[in-house]
């Protein structure tokens, strides 16, 4: 796009030019409702209190009191063009507004020229609103660097890819970078209430019942331009057959998605996490996805979910396929890196893996037997050999006195103390013969055999018998309702119950 394809604003003036990109040009009668609502001041924004505080760079940049370029970093609907709009129309500065879906070297040189004449006569200082700028090259993002360093522009950039990835170094350096939570649901509600009633929504013209409020409140996922859509095909679907109110079989027909009974703050929410967590446990890849659909569908945050995954790939598959974890984790990045709906592929692909991988709990079970150990005060001083021997002074202490370095003996492994005197001969990991951990479980009693000095066990001998049995598949007793909650797994302050 040319440079007069873009558009200045002095303050609340009227666009001088055409339009350039996100409606930057007074709301019509007949504006998508998201638009026609979006606040045209700092005290009707909602959310996003934690950039609002007296003094905060957002308040600064709104009331043009500091001249700093800004990153605003924030999901879908969580009010990063709300905000150019607001700077657009509170300060005197020249804006020029840009996408970086349509926009190339020769028009971010051209708005720097430009703003740098006017800069150079004595003009007003120029904002310039970049759009989804992680879709600029890094060749287009250099060409700013010089412009923000100097202050010729004042930079104001849109992103909802993470930044330390999407935006060059040097750039986001010369920024502050300002991170946007997602609406909460009081804040979407706040909204869908307020477009009901504004003079610039619905104007009380129909009433939005509260099945349907918090049908839409569920899909929306944080993203208000989402639920403010929602709401205005609703409100459309209802005029048409004359109704005066919006019911949850309006609202649902009219975004084609059945409401899902699920509350993400109360019990419905633990229920379909602990089933989802449970079946795959289970290895029912089956009800797995379905649990997975049931929560991508009611609105659930996907970094929960992809939490979980993580969790589970070492507590209930854990060595019987390493490679789960790297598939987990993947999928967690996927979610940040990519975000939604895409994401939710990436998320299914984990859960088919994790549900269908072979099961083991000696990882979780490990772990618990060494923490409690630890709480309950055995142990006692690192061994000499092992302390630290490369401060001076250290080998007079006798510290590293009578290490062997494995890597010496061709078997790569040696005999030698490395546990604390009072827990010589415990053993914490019983591998399980499952998947990939059957191979551990046949070298485990050879390792703790040369590690610890010890004759080669008898054929008929307990220790070199298949570990198993009664016991789970890591060693640890079963228990009727085993929700995973126990001693070395998740972090249950965090997560809650399940």
Request: proline share 6%; with cysteine; glycine share 10%.
């Amino acid at each position: 796009m040319e440079t007069d394809a873009l558009f200045t604003l002095a303050g609340p003036a009227a666009p001088v030019g055409p339009v350039g990109v996100d409606g930057f040009i007074p709301a019509g009668a007949d504006s998508p409702l998201a638009v026609r609502m979006r606040p045209t001041s700092l005290d009707e924004l909602v959310g996003q209190e934690h950039l609002l505080a007296p003094g905060a760079p957002l308040r600064q940049l709104v009331s043009g009191a500091a001249p700093m370029s800004i990153v605003l970093w924030g999901p879908p609907g969580s009010g990063k063009t709300t905000i150019a709009h607001l700077v657009a129309r509170a300060t005197d500065r020249r804006f020029v507004a840009m996408s970086a879906l349509n926009a190339g070297v020769k028009d971010v040189r051209a708005v720097i020229e430009t703003a740098r004449r006017q800069r150079r006569a004595g003009g007003a200082q120029t904002v310039l609103f970049i759009d989804e700028v992680h879709r600029f090259s890094k060749t287009q993002q250099d060409a700013l660097l010089a412009a923000v360093e100097d202050r010729t522009v004042t930079l104001l950039a849109a992103t909802t890819e993470n930044p330390y990835f999407s935006v060059i170094s040097p750039l986001l350096s010369r920024c502050v970078l300002l991170t946007l939570q997602p609406l909460d649901d009081a804040a979407v509600r706040e909204l869908l209430r307020r477009a009901v009633a504004d003079e610039r929504g619905l104007r009380d013209a129909l009433t939005l019942e509260p099945e349907a409020e918090e049908h839409l409140v569920r899909l929306a996922a944080g993203d208000v331009r989402k639920a403010l859509t929602a709401l205005e095909a609703a409100a459309a679907s209802a005029s048409a057959v004359g109704a005066g109110r919006i019911a949850l079989t309006t609202a649902e027909q009219a975004v084609d998605t059945a409401a899902v009974r699920y509350d993400r703050d109360g019990d419905a929410h633990y229920d379909v996490i602990s089933a989802f967590i449970k079946s795959m446990r289970g290895s029912d890849v089956d009800a797995a996805l379905h649990w997975l659909a049931r929560m991508l569908v009611a609105g659930e945050d996907a970094r929960f979910v992809a939490r979980r995954l993580v969790i589970f790939a070492s507590e209930d598959v854990g060595m019987a396929d390493p490679g789960a974890l790297g598939v987990a984790t993947a999928a967690a990045h996927a979610v940040e890196y990519v975000g939604l709906p895409e994401a939710q592929l990436n998320l299914a692909q984990a859960v088919i893996h994790l549900a269908t991988a072979p099961k083991s709990n000696s990882a979780t079970s490990a772990l618990g037997a060494a923490l409690a150990d630890v709480r309950s005060g055995r142990g006692g001083p690192v061994p000499r050999g092992l302390r630290d021997a490369h401060y001076a002074g250290s080998k007079g202490l006798g510290h590293g006195a009578g290490y062997r370095y494995p890597h010496d003996d061709q078997r790569g492994v040696v005999t030698q103390q490395y546990v604390p005197e009072d827990l010589v001969g415990t053993n914490y990991y019983r591998p399980s013969q499952h998947g990939a951990e059957r191979t551990v479980a046949d070298r485990l009693p050879l390792l703790r055999r040369i590690v610890r000095g010890l004759p080669a066990p008898a054929a008929h001998s307990p220790e070199a018998a298949p570990v198993g049995g009664a016991t789970g598949s890591g060693g640890r007793p079963r228990r009727a309702d085993d929700g995973g909650a126990h001693e070395g797994g998740r972090n249950a302050a965090e997560e809650g119950h399940q």
